[in-house]
Nanobody, 125 residues
Framework: VQLQASGGGLVQQGGSLRLSCTAS????????IGWFRQAPGGERAGLSC????????TYSDSVKGRFTISRDNAKNTIYLEMNNLEPEDTAVYFC???????????????????WGQGTLVTVSS
């Protein structure tokens, strides 16, 4: 089972992108969903998470106020709206699903059950 992340691309500093995460073999409304990113040579960093049951959200300090996570259960899709992008946001972005449904310790990759293949976001200065 694999999630599919899409929506990455090349954008100028200050621009916006919306990433999508979906799955053909999972009903994502049963899972909490996290977004991560990994820059070249860096570790996978947790950015945001949305719960399955009350849609509460959590953000890392690096993206709080600029990124918004949301979900459309009818479309089995989770989104990450990214605004005011900076060159430091350049990375491969991943979505991941967690069966527990909550977002405690959302930044720990090992707590997630399924992952997507990643989508590349490049922000030019």
């Amino acid at each position: 089972v694999q999630l599919q992340a899409s929506g990455g691309g090349l954008v100028q500093q200050g621009g916006s992108l919306r990433l999508s995460c979906t799955a053909s073999e999972l009903t994502l409304d049963e899972y909490s969903i996290g977004w991560f990113r990994q820059a070249p040579g860096g570790e996978r960093a947790g950015l945001s998470c949305i719960t399955s049951y009350d849609l509460s959200t959590t953000y890392s300090d690096s993206v709080k106020g600029r990124f918004t996570i949301s979900r459309d259960n009818a479309k089995n899709t989770i989104y990450l709206e990214m605004n005011n992008l900076e060159p430091e946001d350049t990375a491969v972005y991943f979505c991941a699903a967690r069966f527990t449904g909550h977002c405690a310790n959302y930044e720990l990759p090992r707590l997630y059950d399924y992952w997507g293949q990643g989508t590349l976001v490049t922000v030019s200065s």
